[in-house]
């Protein structure tokens, strides 16, 4: 017997609509990161990107369970001494609120050359209105 391997004519791109509105980040993220990579699909191999297009709408509306929402700190370094930045996630979602989700999914992807492959799949609005609607996506269940 041989192992199947898809090869990159086999695999079919489809394109995925996920609505945040008043639903919680981590139960999102992991729902995107799993599309992305493609293991909803029978044909998944972890070395290839089998995954599919996801366009997130309303990401302004996400919710964060408990006390998170006062709790939850964004970390970023400039490589100087002392030059850590500590973003509380009620600056973040009001002033990037795509930036939210895209980390939420970067942390749950792989951290290689085709994880960052895997991510630009990713298409995050702040709004209900975007430009994918020639794709006609298919909505996501979460």
């Not at 090869?7 to 995107?32: C, H």
């Not at 191999?45 to 599919?52: A, I, R, V």
Request: charge should be positive; hydrophobic fraction near 35%; charged fraction near 25%.
């Amino acid at each position: 017997m041989k192992t199947y391997t898809p090869k990159a004519d086999d695999i079919q791109r489809e394109w995925w609509i996920v609505d945040a509105a008043g639903k919680p980040l981590g139960r999102i993220a992991t729902e995107i990161a799993r599309v992305l990579r493609g293991k909803h699909k029978p044909m998944y191999t972890p070395h290839l990107d089998t995954g599919d297009h996801v366009v997130v709408i309303n990401a302004s509306e996400v919710k964060l369970t408990g006390n998170k929402a006062d709790q939850k700190t964004y970390f970023r370094h400039s490589g100087y001494m002392g030059g850590d930045k500590h973003i509380p996630f009620k600056r973040m979602i009001a002033t990037h609120p795509d930036r939210v989700i895209e980390l939420a999914v970067k942390g749950m992807m792989p951290k290689n050359a085709l994880g960052r492959r895997m991510r630009k799949k990713l298409k995050v609005y702040a709004g209900a209105n975007h430009p994918h609607q020639g794709q006609a996506p298919r909505p996501l269940d979460i």
